[in-house]
Structure formats: structure tokens, C-alpha cells
């Protein structure tokens, strides 16, 4: 088992260069690294026989860990975008050859309809040049899609481009192939064409006025048909399912008792609007197409940040009586209150704390009938100093929640530490391991 924590801390939850196929096709800046996820199976002992569970998968870095050494798995997510790539990702079972036959009609049809609308790219150098027909009508965002998605996050001319393209992928007529390239273009969106970067906000780049897109589409693709076609001879089955972690067993109604192990990383109470990290490409495959859309998916998401506390929420009401979370919204709303901080957000950090733990109570409350007897759970999660640089000890508390419904808390493990961007102080990563 590879030490993992001999890897330098500031790059410890990079993906590293031999993990990259099927996990590169789409990553995001909230996910962990694949050799964690690894570190956790052998630790635990885990093998084929056994089932793992993470009910937080995000791009789906603990399935495809598990499908790679034949360990069957189940993964919920509760973001449209990210469960449609851990969905995409862990479904190897696609021929090869249609998608390459499929592949060369979308960049002919996208390459003459580029062409027809004034966008051409030169596509010689990487597929014979045999033009498609080109689409009929150049698609645009509907009014209510560009209400969700920030201007400067993408500028005309590529967002042009990339409609196109996508256009062109949906006239592939087949039940796979399409959700495959659509997965290449979202991260096409956010890696080439959009103006987005992530430090670990999202930020805006100085606006590219154009970029040329049928190149780097055509290269993400082929290493995905790469990753497919030398995907082990036995891979375990990976089954994942959009929904709320807050009610997980609802989410596997037929896996009662079955799941032996989960490794996860829940969000943290840290004022980051992770709707807003995967916009881009969210509005671009159409999974937010409203202000309507976007709040019901906030709806659906652990209370973490003040962009997704709404009036009539209440998981606060689960974690009453537990002292240690009382005590820190007290101080946060002191805090506020002696900085003179009157904004509607700020007013809002202590209930956060409140509603994010309750959250999770309710989440280990509903996975356990789920587990099987003697399982063990990992779950990755970061101390946080965002509202008004109060200490939140995130691992500390899950335990003590944790113990009140009954499970173990085995230890807490330092995976990393982080620099805090409020406070630039060096905050702790853990890992909080617990047992039935
Ligand atoms: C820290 S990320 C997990 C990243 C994942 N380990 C990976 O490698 O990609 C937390 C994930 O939890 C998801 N999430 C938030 N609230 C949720 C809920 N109530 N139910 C299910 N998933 C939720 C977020 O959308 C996010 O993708």
C-alpha cells in the first residue's frame, strides 16, 4: 500500500499522473484524489465480495476506485451535472467501434455547421475531411439559461461554438454515446472555452474573445475511447443514483443492510456555493436551465452556505441539544454583531452551522439501515474558519453526532492541512473513521 502520507502536503490531493484514465474525463475542484480513496480500501481490507457506498460521490472518484479493483459500488449525488459524470464514468460498457463511427459523424456535422455560420476550424490535421449537413438553425441560450449563467463566464464567440457542437452531439442517435461526448464537452467548457478557473473559488479569467474547440474535443474523446478500450477484463459494477444523502436509504431501497464500507467527502460549512463552481457547464448541457431549476437544486443540497438557506428550512431542529454546535453559533452571531456586520448573508452564517450539522445528522440517521453489521465508514472533511474566523472543528463534531446515533468514532486521521483563504491560516483536512 503506497504511504500517502509521504506525498508533499500542497500537492496530497492532486490526482496523480498513473490515475488519470476514466477519472480525467471530467474532475472538479471539490473532489479528492483517487490514491485516497485507495489508501481507505486497503486499510479497511475491502475486496470483491464487499459493497461501498459513497453517498456524497461528486465525479464519482470513490465508484471508479472501487469498479477499477473489481469492488462493486453505489454512489448518490445530488447535483445534476456531477452525478451525470460519475454516471457517465463508471458505465464502461459501450463499443468502441460505434462510438469512433459516431465520433467522425459529430466533428463532420459540427465542422460544416462551424462553417456555415461563420465559426470555421481547420479539423485536416486530426480527421479525414468529409463534411456532414450542417444543423438547420444555429441554437442560442434561452433567456431564462442566460439568466443563470454569469456573462463573463464564457464569452460569445466560443459559447457560439459550443452550442453548436453540442447540437450536433444530440443528433447521435443512440442511448449511450451521446452522454459520453456531452461529458467531453462539459469539460471542453470549463478547462478550454469558458473564462473560469478555480483557486478553490471559481474566478473569471480575462475573457478569451475566441477559441477554436473541435481539436481539444476530438483529443478528450480519444483518450476516453483509450481509457474504454483498456479497461480491465473484470471491473465491479458501480450503481449510481441522483438524490439526497439526507434521506440515503430512501435512495437504495434494495441495498437494506448490504453496504459493508462508505468513503466519502460530504461539503463543509465554508460559504462556498458549489452551484456556482459547476455553473458553466450545468447551463451549457441544459441540467440548470432556470432560476426555477437552480433553487430546487439548492433545495436538494446540504446547507453549507448562505446561497442555499431557504425560510423553510429546519434540519437545525435535529441537532438541538448538542452543546458544541450551540456554542459556535453563538459565537459567530456575536462576532457579527460586534463587527457590526448587518448584510442578509452575514445574518445568516450561525443558522448555517446549525443546519449543516443537522443536515448530517439526518444523513447518518437514514444510513443505517443501510449497513451491514461491523461496517466501517471514512468521511473526508475540512475544519473551517469562514464565518467570521470562527474555528469550526468539522470532524470533531460529525463524531460526537455520529456517537449519538449509536456509532464508533475508531479515530480521526490528518489527511492534509489547507491554507484558510480568510484567514490564511493553515486549517486541518481529516479523515473521521467510524464503525457500526
Ligand atoms: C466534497 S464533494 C465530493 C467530491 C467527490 N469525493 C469527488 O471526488 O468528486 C461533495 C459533494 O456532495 C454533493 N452534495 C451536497 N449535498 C448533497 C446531498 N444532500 N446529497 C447528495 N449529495 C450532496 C455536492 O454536490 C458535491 O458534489
Redesign the pocket.
Known amino acids: 500500500m503506497q504511504n500517502i502520507f509521504e506525498i508533499e502536503n500542497s500537492v496530497r490531493n492532486q490526482t496523480q499522473i498513473g490515475d488519470k484514465s476514466f477519472h480525467s474525463w471530467y ?2 475542484v ?3 484524489p483517487p490514491h485516497l480513496v485507495r489508501y481507505y480500501i486497503y486499510k479497511f481490507g475491502i475486496n470483491s465480495g464487499h459493497l461501498v457506498l ?9 465508484n471508479l476506485e472501487c469498479k477499477k479493483l473489481n469492488i462493486d459500488s453505489l454512489g ?4 445534476p451535472v ?1 452525478y451525470f459524470a ?1 454516471r457517465v464514468k463508471t458505465d464502461w460498457n459501450i463499443s468502441t467501434s460505434e462510438l469512433r463511427q459516431a465520433f467522425r459523424e459529430v466533428i463532420a456535422t459540427a465542422s460544416s455547421s462551424l462553417d456555415k455560420y461563420g465559426l470555421s476550424e481547420d479539423v485536416s490535421l486530426f480527421v479525414q475531411p468529409n463534411k456532414g449537413k450542417p444543423l438547420s438553425a444555429e441554437p442560442t441560450l434561452s433567456k431564462d439559461q442566460r439568466a443563470v449563467l454569469p456573462k463573463d463566464f464564457i464569452s460569445p464567440k466560443p459559447l457560439r461554438r459550443v452550442l453548436i457542437l453540442k447540437e450536433c452531439i444530440e443528433q447521435v442517435n443512440d442511448d449511450k454515446i451521446p452522454d459520453l461526448f456531452l461529458l467531453a464537452l462539459a469539460n471542453l467548457v470549463v478547462n478550454h472555452a469558458g473564462n473560469v478557473a478555480f483557486g478553490p473559488e471559481i474566478y473569471t479569467t480575462n475573457p478569451q474573445k475566441d477559441v477554436h474547440i473541435l481539436d481539444f474535443f476530438y483529443k478528450l474523446v480519444d483518450r476516453m475511447i483509450c481509457d474504454l478500450d483498456s479497461q480491465p477484463a473484470i471491473a465491479g459494477t458501480a450503481e449510481i443514483v441522483y ?4 434521506r440515503v436509504s430512501d435512495c437504495f431501497p434494495t441495498h437494506l443492510s448490504e453496504v459493508n464500507f462508505v468513503i ?4 463543509y460549512p465554508n460559504e462556498k456555493d ?1 452551484t456556482r463552481t459547476t455553473r458553466l457547464e450545468s447551463v451549457i448541457l441544459g441540467l440548470v436551465s432556470s432560476k426555477q431549476s437552480l433553487r430546487t437544486l439548492k433545495e ?3 446547507r ?1 452556505n448562505s446561497r442555499n438557506i431557504f425560510v423553510t428550512d429546519n434540519d437545525q431542529d435535529y441537532v438541538k441539544s448538542f452543546d458544541s454546535i450551540n456554542r459556535i453559533a453563538r459565537e459567530i452571531e456575536e462576532k457579527r454583531i460586534h463587527l457590526k456586520k448587518t448584510s442578509g448573508f452575514e445574518k445568516m452564517y450561525h443558522k448555517i452551522v446549525k443546519h449543516y450539522f443537522g ?1 448530517m445528522y439526518r ?1 447518518f440517521q437514514t444510513l443505517k439501515p443501510l449497513l451491514s453489521p461491523e461496517s466501517r465508514l471514512a468521511y ?1 472533511v475540512g475544519d473551517q474558519m469562514s464565518f467570521f474566523r470562527t474555528h469550526i472543528p468539522t470532524a470533531k463534531i460529525l463524531g460526537e453526532i455520529a456517537e449519538s446515533l449509536g456509532y464508533k468514532v475508531e479515530e480521526i486521521e490528518l489527511w492534509r492541512t489547507r491554507l484558510a483563504t480568510a484567514t490564511k491560516i493553515q486549517i486541518e483536512e481529516n479523515v473521521l473513521i467510524l464503525r457500526t
Do not use: I
Request: with cysteine; net charge negative; proline share 8%.
Open positions: 474532475q472538479f471539490l473532489g479528492y459513497d453517498p456524497f460521490c461528486g465525479t464519482g472518484t470513490t448518490l449525488e445530488a447535483n456531477v460519475s438524490g439526497d444523502a439526507r466519502t467527502s460530504p461539503p458549489y436538494q443540497l446540504l453549507s443536515g444523513h473526508v
